[in-house]
Nanobody, 123 residues
Framework: QVQLVESGGGSVQAGGSLNLSCVTSGYTMRRNYITWFRQAPGKEREGVAAIIPGGNSAFYADSVKGRFTISRDNAKNTVYLRMNSLKTEDTGMYYC????????????????WGQGTQVTVSS
């Protein structure tokens, strides 16, 4: 059984940092994306960053480029999202997802999802 478990969310002030983790089990991280999505209340889920564990490619939404960094530790079956210079608009539930059904990483059709971790950024 595949499981994705996120952690590391919390409440911070604008300008602060958080480091999210996504631990996978029952899943072999390979050539498909593992992606961080977020969803703010009343808004659609949006792709934040993605990585292909079997390679060196990383992808980012324009809104987080230069502030967020996605990385992975294949030995620990973990994908990280380092978030710096947080803004109030970064507030939302952050989800980890694996095995996209599409070539585009930011599309929300993924086979596996975690339960999410809440990030709240206050001004």
């Amino acid at each position: 059984q595949v499981q994705l478990v996120e952690s590391g969310g919390g409440s911070v002030q604008a300008g602060g940092s958080l480091n999210l983790s996504c631990v996978t089990s029952g899943y072999t991280m390979r050539r498909n994306y593992i992606t961080w999505f977020r969803q703010a209340p009343g808004k659609e889920r949006e792709g934040v960053a993605a990585i292909i564990p079997g390679g060196n490619s990383a992808f980012y939404a324009d809104s987080v480029k230069g502030r967020f960094t996605i990385s992975r530790d294949n030995a620990k079956n973990t994908v990280y999202l380092r978030m710096n210079s947080l803004k109030t608009e970064d507030t939302g539930m952050y989800y980890c997802a694996a095995e996209s059904y599409h070539a585009e990483w930011y599309r929300t059709a993924y086979k596996y999802w975690g339960q999410g971790t809440q990030v709240t950024v206050s001004s």
